[in-house]
């Protein structure tokens, strides 16, 4: 096992890199915006299952062989890219009405359901093959071998790292749905909303489309 103070300092590494303006935090701002805060922590759980996936794929040393094939990394940097586009799509075609106050229960029953978020957030961390290759270099820096397997400090590190990103990621949820509900009571400012989510989306998807290993 990590040593507490190893812990501590990976931890508060683990937070300043949530708050570094990235993909996924401003997936969960949009999404949050657009979506309300319940929206937005939904993408972040989704966020976090994708996040164990990969903390299991590198203590398994799954990441190291999906690294290494330029294949596999160009395969799913393009279904990621494919997908944050489909986003971009939906969010552009998406009509003011749904967030409109005059009509919430319209809203409510056309829009997401909490499962469909947090599989939308999982989506996103899985096509991210960016986000393997950083778990990749970044988790074993904090491993000692002279401490235990180093499978389980990885695996260690990595629920640490994720209960940072569930805690910066929530409190960025909570903040941007509550700033997001005034706006959807204007359907102007819903629409406007709409099209700056869809032209992030769309951004996000030409950045993972580009990204080197």
Not at 40 to 66: E, K
Not at 89 to 107: D, F, N, Y
Request: glycine residues 8%.
């Amino acid at each position: 096992m990590p040593s507490l103070e190893t812990l501590i300092a990976f931890f508060g590494v683990s937070l300043l890199l949530g708050l570094t303006p990235g993909p996924d935090n401003l997936f969960v701002l949009v999404q949050s915006a657009q979506r309300g805060w319940r929206a937005g922590m939904a993408v972040v759980l989704g966020l976090c299952v994708g996040l164990v996936v990969h903390t299991a794929a590198v203590a398994l040393g799954l990441a190291a062989v999906f690294a290494a094939s330029a294949m596999a990394f160009t395969a799913l940097k393009w279904c990621g890219a494919a997908y944050l586009a489909y986003l971009a799509w939906q969010a552009l075609r998406a009509p003011a009405a749904l967030a409109c106050e005059a009509a919430p229960t319209a809203a409510a029953a056309s829009g997401p359901s909490g499962r469909r978020m947090v599989a939308r957030g999982a989506v996103m961390s899985l096509t991210n093959p960016k986000v393997l290759v950083f778990f990749l270099a970044f988790l074993p820096q904090f491993a000692d071998p002279a401490r235990g397997p180093v499978a389980l400090q990885l695996m260690v590190l990595g629920a640490v790292f994720i209960l940072a990103t569930l805690l910066v990621f929530g409190a960025i949820a909570c903040f941007t749905g509550a700033f997001g509900a005034l706006l959807q009571r204007s359907a102007r400012a819903q629409t406007v909303l709409n099209r700056v989510a869809g032209l992030v989306f769309l951004g996000l998807a030409v950045r993972l489309a580009t990204a080197e290993r």
